[in-house]
């Protein structure tokens, strides 16, 4: 089956973004801890010096897990997560951009003997996130994505590759661009706007439709930081339209996993997090505090790699939980608390 004309075009902007290098993203290093902060700074300087991404993400508790990095660009999360799932675990990076892929595979003994291994732990291909089945990959413990669903024409067909590969009790953490409202034919059809991560950008309400739909459980949002359009023009063909880089975390459960509302108590075991986890936008687990979770929580929590992270009892109060966190609305409330991260990604 060939790409769809939209994703030819984007893969002919990134072969010719690997030449030129005329991008201009920022890493999110305020959400990262100082290790992974660190470890970005040992990336070699030709991954580095292509990254694109609209946040790196990082799951949690992955020592020997298999990863997935669909559209991993030059491969700096894959090269982060290869060190962070150490020698016994494996990490497959997949993009549409031959000449990026090609990049990743030349950056790959670097990153090997900079993580004091033996042999490689990751590997690369050239593929559409429409259909990753064909790569046959086989099954993941976790799947990222740094700022690709946006680049992406069919996203129902990308979260059903990902729902089809993700185990079950795996974490999908998607970092992507969103907008607000329907965007018209005019932009979602222009091949330059599409290519930027702006025509083809999902509206933020649809993510929890799209991901129900192949199964996940309730998305939790964990960044919201904007996209400057400084372009004037590309700004009014886009009707001022705002852009948000925000991130999810999204839950495949296993079959039949069901529990109650609990307090839950962290258990301060998490690598780099001993004093307190933040869960999303609106939860911060401290160590040893009880914390009142809804059904859906719970059952996450206590059915996937955090189940050994907290303390459960079962609770028979009810909880109100925000579960449809806007991520437009939480910027402004960091603005206006005057803790407004920068831009993630600047439209030249
Ligand atoms: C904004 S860049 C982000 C790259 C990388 N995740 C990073 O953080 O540097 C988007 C990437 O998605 C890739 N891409 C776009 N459409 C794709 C598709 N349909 N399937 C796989 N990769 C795709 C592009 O080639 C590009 O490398």
């Excluded at 986890?277 to 929590?301: C, H, M, R, S, Y």
Aim: charged share 20%.
């Amino acid at each position: 089956m060939s790409d769809h004309p939209l994703s030819v075009s984007v893969s002919e902007f990134y072969n010719e973004l690997n030449v030129k290098l005329n991008f201009n993203t920022r890493v999110n290093s305020g959400d990262l801890t100082n290790r992974i902060n660190d470890l970005i700074k040992q990336l070699s300087p030709e991954t580095m010096k292509r990254y694109y991404g609209s946040g790196i993400v990082i799951p949690e508790n992955i020592k020997g897990c298999r990863v997935l990095d669909i559209g991993c660009g030059s491969g700096s999360l894959v090269f982060i997560l290869s060190k962070l799932v150490g020698p016994t675990g494996y990490v497959v990076g997949v993009d549409i951009s031959s000449g990026l892929i090609e990049c990743c595979k030349q950056e790959t003994e670097f990153h090997t003997k900079a993580w004091g291994y033996d042999k490689p732990n990751v590997e690369f291909h050239v593929g559409n996130a429409e259909r990753l089945l064909d790569l046959k990959l086989g099954e993941f413990d976790m799947i990222v994505s740094n700022g690709v669903f946006c680049l992406v024409p069919d996203k129902q067909k990308a979260f059903n590759g990902v729902a089809q590969m993700l185990k079950p009790g795996g974490q999908f953490y998607l970092n992507d661009v969103v907008t607000q409202t329907n965007q018209p034919d005019s932009v979602k059809n222009d091949q330059k706007l599409f290519s930027l991560g702006t025509g083809g950008a999902m509206i933020w309400s649809d993510l929890k439709a799209f991901s129900a739909r192949e199964g996940f459980t309730t998305p939790f949002l964990t960044q919201a930081a904007p996209v400057d359009i400084k372009n004037a023009e590309y700004r009014q063909q886009l009707s001022n339209a705002e852009y948000m880089c925000a991130a999810w975390r999204l839950f495949k459960l296993p079959a039949g996993a069901s529990r109650g509302p609990a307090t839950v108590t962290y258990l301060g075991n998490i690598e780099d997090y001993s004093d307190a986890f933040p869960w999303d936008f609106d939860l911060v687990f401290k160590k040893g505090e009880a914390v009142n979770v809804d059904a859906d929580l719970a059952t996450i929590l206590s059915s996937t790699n955090f189940k050994n992270n907290f303390s459960f009892a079962d609770f028979s109060g009810s909880v109100s939980n925000n579960r449809d966190q806007d991520p437009f609305q939480r910027y402004k409330d960091l603005q206006s608390q005057g803790n407004a991260p920068a831009p993630i990604y600047a439209v030249e």
